[in-house]
């Protein structure tokens, strides 16, 4: 399956892996070599695809001899009304499908944001558990607004199959530049998000309320509202109504995770009446692991552990930490046709290895550290996550936009240092002058520095022109090599 968000992409999804067939969802921003590689790894023998994909899939053919038949659009009608004609007649049908719950019924690649992306074995029972875990832990709505792309697990599994099964309606976003007005027209309850979304929102918001000189009444609304929430009186929803009706009237609850969530972005959209979740997923757990719902929100953690699995933190640190280890109906069957990337993926004990570091507190509430390959090993030997200083760095320095760290050597190339490249605010840049920038933010630094401990300190800071490279969840591709 390629293609755009769409109402067909569900009932060509379903209609395969109900039919026991096994879907393959592409990431349609892949070029075509990536695609062709990607149809050939899992032996595709038919392609689904829109319109506007269409178009390409000759080219990427030539390079999959495999590919039997493509079926585009008005292909798929015809296909719908072949088969109504059939039931119409009352005439037989031999196919008669029987589910293996425990057998393949999708193959997720992922999404590569440190390396080569590999096959993902789902079953009936892994999205079933995450499914049951999601509705376990949340409460039902009545419209799903779809923003994040289809081909990814935590938007079809959890939010598009999970609407349907509890019976929301979902609409679909047509590009982000459109979510505005999108919101405005559908009203919905809920949504799923990455965190730049999140704070791209909370800065439409408040720029919007300097713009019309509202700003300051804003914060003593809020101010207000928070003291009387105290007594139990909640006004929120009159208070911020302009606000409210801006995304659409309707928006409660907004579900988030793929990268850290900053608290101070909860505890902004809470103050005007939208909660925000955060939770923790990956693909090879198909992918929900833990998430805050309204039965226990703690900040800075992803979560309890849902109810369908188990999470445990081996090989502990002094500080508590370890590689986030999860057994359940929800963990894959394995990599397709990578038997060797399987075993190393699991203990001996048949725990699956996530490669993120983070620890569980007294209540089992989940908090990530980092990420294992992105660990920073110092020269004293000693371990630094570079997203512990990343998240330190935005939160200090209001200008700076995107920022990956990283270790590197010296100037005479012997010792290692930790640098960061950093994006900053174009029109801070525009207001201040690049020279400028680049002095007040090695100073900014310095001030972050001295609240870290000495082998956690940045020594380089480098300005780039541009933002850092995206996956289609908005992750940013860290390309860089420990040196």
């Known amino acids: 399956m390629i293609g755009e968000s769409s109402y067909n992409y569900v009932v060509c999804y379903l209609a395969i892996v109900n039919w026991v067939g096994v879907i393959v969802p592409i990431d349609k921003e892949l070029s075509d ?27 990427i053919q030539n390079e999959c001899p495999d590919i039997q038949q493509v079926i585009k659009p008005h292909m798929l009608k015809q296909l719908i009304a072949a088969g109504q004609e059939i039931l119409a007649k009352g005439e037989p049908i031999a196919f008669d499908p029987k589910v293996d719950a425990g057998k393949t019924c999708s193959i997720i690649f992922t999404s590569g944001t440190t390396g080569a992306n590999k096959g ?3 079953c009936h029972r892994n999205i079933t ?23 990814h697990t935590v938007e079809m599994n959890l939010f598009i199959l999970g609407s349907l099964y509890a019976g929301f309606t979902v609409c679909f976003n047509d590009g982000l530049k459109n979510i505005k007005e999108n919101l405005k027209i559908f009203k919905p309850d809920m949504s799923m998000m990455v965190p730049m979304l999140v704070d791209h929102l909370h800065k439409n918001i408040w720029k919007e309320a300097q713009k019309s ?40 609850l907004i579900f988030c995770g793929g990268a850290p969530l900053n ?12 909660d925000i979740y955060n939770g923790y997923g990956i693909t090879e757990c198909s992918p929900l692991v833990s998430s805050n719902c309204p039965l226990s929100q703690v900040p800075g953690s992803v979560g309890s552990v849902a109810p369908d699995c188990e999470v445990r933190i081996s090989e ?9 280890q999860v057994k359940g109906d929800n963990v894959m069957l394995g990599y397709y046709k990578d038997e060797e990337a399987t075993r190393k993926s699991f203990t001996e ?18 908090f990530i550290t980092g990420r294992a390959k992105n660990l920073i090993i110092s020269d004293n030997g000693k371990n630094v996550c570079s997203e512990e200083l990343e998240e330190c760095l935005m939160n200090q320095i209001f200008y700076l936009r995107e920022v990956v760290v ?17 994006f900053l605010d174009p029109q801070y840049i525009i207001e201040t002058g690049l020279e400028r920038a680049r002095v007040l933010l090695k100073a900014d630094v310095a001030k972050v520095n001295k609240h870290l401990a000495k082998f956690k300190r940045i020594s380089l800071v480098n300005i780039r022109e541009t933002e850092f490279d995206k996956t289609t969840t908005k992750k940013i591709k860290r390309n860089y090599q420990q040196a």
């Open 316 to 324: 502990t640190s002094e500080d508590g930490t370890g590689e986030i």
């Open 120 to 122: 993902v074995m789902l």
């Open 33 to 59: 070599d990536e695609v062709a590689k990607q149809l050939r790894i899992c032996d595709a023998a038919a392609v689904f695809c829109s319109d506007i994909q269409a178009q390409r899939m000759p080219a």
């Open 406 to 422: 990283y270790a590197t050597k010296d100037k005479i190339g012997h010792d290692r240092i930790i640098a960061a490249d950093a």
């Open 349 to 366: 004990d048949g725990w699956f290895k996530t490669g993120d570091i983070g620890c569980l507190d007294k209540d089992g509430n989940v």
């Open 213 to 252: 000189g509202q700003a300051a009444k804003l914060r003593i609304g809020i101010l207000i509202s928070n003291l009387l929430r105290k007594f139990g009186v909640d006004l929120r929803s009159k208070l911020f109504a302009p606000i409210l009706d801006g995304l659409g009237g309707n928006l409660k």
């Open 129 to 151: 558990a995450v499914l049951h875990s999601a509705l376990s832990m949340f409460k039902l709505a009545d419209t799903y607004f779809s923003v994040l792309p289809i081909n």
């Open 263 to 274: 608290p101070v972005l909860v505890k902004s959209f809470s103050d005007i009446g939208i």
